[in-house]
Every structure is written in structure tokens, then in C-alpha cells.
């Protein structure tokens, strides 16, 4: 089945991609029938983590999970995909093997390219190459945020952050439904209990309104201290300062 057959506004939808946004129309056709699309039935493995590389993916609609598995099959998820997203691109640009495991979290349309045929498009279309640069690098900057909530906020902490994320700093209600307590779990790398012992604590404490279906932000402000969330640029200099000072000190 052909891409342009499967999603007529494939190269619409392509191009709301930053790696193809300088891209023409006809730059966009050519590089879409390179790649296949696929439908993916919910659950269903995409490509598993120590794999050889299978190519380049962009998720067209849907959800995608990329996640690790620990050495006793425990699931943490480094981030949950969106449309229109690319994905796999280091096992590609490298040759190496998946460093992550990649699953629909929902009934979702994806495209792949086969590695060859995709680093043959950067020597083609430069700009593809290019476009990847300040993407790799902003990733880069989440797994850095990520490892130090991991090393330094504890798990009431890092749901409460979690909890700000999904609804937008309380600007919508959380389905439960679509972020299960086992799921949440995943996401900030700890125990389901841990979860929801954080969700119980913050509705006893009126922060939260939590049913079984969803989760409403009642004091978004106060889950943002607790998450250790300042104010953008109003104190991260002096937040640098005492980092130095303290790193100093046990130098000394």
C-alpha cells in the first residue's frame, strides 16, 4: 500500500516537522515515497531496545512510548511521543543498535525510512541535516533535566512536576484512563505505590481533586514549589550561584 494511498495529507503532515520545514512541496513528495507507512495496532512493538537499527520512524498519529527495561523487566518510559514526532534518529545517524524499546501506546500511523535510504536524503537535502542539529541538542537538554530529577528531587516531587506537565500547569483536567497510575509510574522511574501514595497525599492536602477517572489541579502553585519550579529567569542565577558555592565547599 502506498504512503500517499494509506494518508492523502502525508506531506502535510511531514512537513510541521522542523527537520523538513525548509523543504518544497516536491522535496517533501520525493522524500515520503522513500518511506513506508504503517498502521500499528495498540501494544504492538515498534522495535525493541539492542536491535539493529531498522531505519527512521515519524509518527504520523497516535502515541508512542520509548522506554527502558530494567534487568527485572521493569518499564520506565523516557518519553511519550506526539504527532508529528521523529524518532530513532541516533541508532540511524550512528549505525548503532536501538537504544530503546518503542511501543503504540494507542492505534497509531507511522513512517519509516530504511537507514541507506535516509542518510542518503541528508547528502541529498543538507538542510535535513541541519534541520536535526538544534533538535539532538534540545533532547539532549530534556535527558540532562531528567537525570537531575532523577538524582535530586524526590518521588512526591517528581509526581507533582509530573502532574504539572500533564495538565498544563492546571489548565486541563488529567484522563486517567490515558495516564494510569502504573503509567505515571514509568514516567518519573519509580513503584506504582509510590504514586499513588504522592496523589493521596496531595488530595488530603486540596492540591488535587482526583477520581477514578481524573485528576484536576486545584493549587497548581503550591505542586510547583513542591516540585522545586521557579519562576523562569527570576532566580535561576542565584539558584547557579549557590550551586557553585556548594560545590566549592565540598571541594575544599
Same mark, same amino acid.
Given at each position: ?139 539532549? *537538554?530534556?535527558?540532562?533535566? !531528567?537525570?537531575?530529577?532523577? +538524582?535530586?528531587?524526590?518521588? %512526591?516531587?517528581? &509526581? $507533582? ?10 489548565? *486541563?483536567?488529567?484522563?486517567? !484512563?490515558?495516564?494510569?497510575? +502504573?503509567?505515571?509510574?514509568? %514516567?518519573?522511574? &519509580? $513503584? ?61
Amino acid at each position: 500500500m502506498s504512503s500517499q494511498s494509506l494518508f492523502p495529507d502525508l506531506i502535510d503532515r511531514m512537513s510541521r516537522l522542523e527537520h523538513f520545514s525548509k523543504l518544497s512541496t516536491a522535496d517533501l513528495a520525493a522524500i515520503v515515497d522513500i518511506g513506508r507507512v504503517k498502521q500499528v495496532a495498540e501494544g504492538e512493538w515498534i522495535f525493541g531496545e539492542g536491535d539493529p537499527c531498522e531505519g527512521l520512524y515519524v509518527l504520523i498519529s497516535g502515541r508512542v512510548h520509548l522506554f527502558k527495561i530494567g534487568p527485572e523487566g521493569q518499564e520506565h518510559i523516557m518519553v511519550v511521543l506526539k504527532p508529528v514526532t521523529m524518532f530513532n534518529e541516533v541508532a540511524v545517524l550512528d549505525g548503532g543498535v536501538n537504544p530503546a524499546t518503542a511501543i503504540a501506546a494507542q492505534e497509531s500511523i507511522i513512517w519509516r525510512s530504511r537507514r541507506d535510504d535516509f542518510l542518503g536524503l541528508i547528502d541529498t537535502y543538507p538542510a535535513v541535516g541541519l534541520g536535526m542539529l538544534p533538535i539532538l541538542a534540545r533532547r539532549n *537538554r530534556e535527558l540532562v533535566t !531528567r537525570f537531575e530529577d532523577l +538524582s535530586f528531587l524526590t518521588v %512526591r516531587a517528581r &509526581t $507533582a512536576k509530573l502532574l504539572l506537565e500533564l495538565s498544563r500547569f492546571g489548565e *486541563r483536567p488529567i484522563d486517567r !484512563r490515558s495516564h494510569s497510575v +502504573s503509567t505515571m509510574a514509568a %514516567r518519573i522511574c &519509580t $513503584a506504582p505505590e509510590a504514586v499513588s501514595r504522592s496523589i493521596t497525599f496531595f488530595k488530603l492536602n486540596g492540591y488535587i481533586e482526583s477520581s477514578r477517572n481524573r485528576i484536576a489541579i486545584q493549587n497548581p502553585n503550591r505542586l510547583a514549589e513542591l516540585a522545586q519550579i521557579a519562576e523562569p529567569c527570576s532566580v535561576n542565577r542565584t539558584q547557579m550561584t549557590q550551586k557553585k558555592l556548594i560545590y566549592a565547599d565540598k571541594n575544599r
